[in-house]
């Protein structure tokens, strides 16, 4: 299994800044967790596109879809049939009132990202895996051309950024939810993870390449640059992270949040209910014994999760992995 030392952290402190932004006062730079992730996907798809090319002579797109099927759909599902059919009659038993989307259709396909009815909070998480799946497909769509120019490719997508952007600021629409204003946290990460692979990153462009976004992300007033900024900064970042992951490996600083960042998943999609069940039988008015207390209940959901049922599908990924020496096997065949 692929493993960068140092990706684990970041897809911890990732969470915890959204966690912080949902249960905390203050902490609104903590929403952009979620483009963090965005950026962290598209690289890590995209090197490892390019790695098995590299190896194998091709892509396989039917082994990406179906790893990408049993690492999100099983645990997806089981929280949308609980919330569709089992929530609601816990609700009435207890003789509370909860509010579902209207089109729950738009959840069962992934869509629910164009859903902007009141619903309950903690179906208020799941836009970003919508976003995520919908760029999936437009993955497999876009890896058709990474044999050409990425040049092109990454031209093309800011491209249609920038006029998707235009056309909603002239038709007051609300981006944020909206996948193709997450355009830039995509194509920031398939350039990293074209770099990467190419092993043309370089360390002073890099930092330079953080300090320019910061200060960009500092006093830009508009989002469309803003977003732009801040996925070259986040892709910078994890650029420098892979280069220093020998640092990373085995430092002691580093192995909680390493093993945090397995269940990364689990905390996110979970963090929702956790929330609102902690906030319903709140138990002490210190607020920090509060968040301490849902924190750990949390971690604990997802830790089980993870090892009871998440990982029984996670297994079956293996089977969905080229090799070099099985698709020698698999041409040897048709030959």
């Known amino acids: 299994m692929f493993h960068i030392a140092g990706f684990n952290s970041l897809r911890f402190f990732a969470f915890l800044s959204i966690f912080l932004f949902h249960t905390t006062s203050g902490f609104t730079a903590g929403k952009y967790g979620v483009d963090f992730f965005f950026v962290l996907s598209s690289f890590l798809l995209t090197y490892l596109a390019f790695k098995e090319m590299e190896q194998t002579g091709r892509f396989s797109r039917w082994n990406f879809f179906m790893r990408r099927v049993f690492r999100i759909f099983p645990l997806y599902y089981l929280l949308i049939l609980f919330s569709f059919f089992v929530l ?21 396909f992934f869509l629910s990202n164009y859903e902007t009815t009141d619903c309950i909070f903690a179906l208020k998480f799941f836009w970003s895996i919508a976003v995520e799946e919908q760029f ?34 002239h ?47 500092v006093l830009s007033q508009e989002n469309t640059l803003f977003t732009l900024s801040l996925s070259v900064l986040f892709a910078s970042l994890i650029l420098l992270t892979a280069r220093y992951a020998n640092l990373i490996s085995g430092n002691p600083a580093f192995r909680f949040t390493e093993k945090m960042g397995t269940y990364t998943y689990g905390l996110y999609v979970y963090s929702g209910f956790i929330i609102t069940l902690t906030a319903e039988f709140q138990w002490t ?30 297994k079956l990924k293996s089977y969905f992995r080229a090799t070099a020496s099985n698709t020698a096997a698999v041409k040897s065949e048709k030959g």
């Open 88 to 108: 609601p009659v816990l609700a009435a038993e207890a003789g509370r009132n909860i509010h579902l989307p209207e089109n729950k259709w738009l959840y069962w």
């Open 171 to 217: 038709n007051s629409i609300n981006t944020y939810a909206h996948t193709a204003a997450h355009l830039p946290n995509f194509t920031a990460g398939i350039l990293a993870g074209y770099f990467f692979w190419k092993k043309k990153e370089n360390v002073l462009f890099t930092v330079i390449a953080i300090t320019v976004a910061a200060l960009l992300c």
């Open 285 to 314: 008015d210190n607020k920090l014994i509060h968040w301490l207390y849902t924190f750990s209940l949390l971690a604990l959901t997802a830790v089980l999760s993870y090892h009871l049922y998440e990982s029984r599908f996670l």
């Open 136 to 169: 999936y497909l437009l993955f497999l769509l876009l890896s058709l051309f990474f044999t050409r120019s990425i040049t092109a490719l990454v031209g093309t997508l800011l491209l249609a950024y920038f006029l998707f952007m235009l056309y909603a600021a």
